[in-house]
């Protein structure tokens, strides 16, 4: 068997739909949650009320940012806080868990932002060479 990337041989590498990563990114890979997790880490004190995490994650609908917030309650990224009043007022917080999370997606967005252009780039290229074959 000819070797992977990082020289092991593909018998030694375990494939990866089996292991937690996978189930990780199916939970926290979209683009919602991102989106989410970068909103709550600009609020003071990386909490805010469910309406300004709306008004804050462009495009996402109330179903939506309601799915993902569950989901990221479930994995203990956020907690949420009810306050019985009139009206009730609800907030999410960010956990220490999805505080460790801030610097890998800060890294990530950094790479998109340097990255961004060149990829236009090339899907321009593609299709470009994509519509001629075709």
């Known amino acids: 068997m000819p070797p992977t990337a990082n020289g092991q041989s593909q018998a030694d590498v375990e494939p990866v739909a089996s292991c ?44 939506m940012l309601t799915l993902t917030l569950r989901m990221l309650e479930r994995n203990g990224i956020v907690s949420r806080h009810y306050f019985p009043e009139v009206p009730p007022r609800v907030e999410y917080q960010l956990t220490s868990m999805g505080k460790s999370m801030l610097h890998p997606i800060e890294v990530f967005t950094s790479w998109i932002k340097e990255n961004w252009p060149a990829m236009e780039q090339a899907r321009g290229a593609y299709d470009a060479a994509a519509s001629v074959s075709s």
């Open 20 to 63: 937690a990563p996978h189930d990780v990114l199916t939970h926290l890979g979209d683009k919602w949650t991102i989106l989410v997790l970068s909103m709550l880490a600009q609020a003071p004190d990386n909490r805010a009320r469910f309406s300004e995490i709306k008004h804050g994650v462009r495009g996402i609908s109330q179903r």
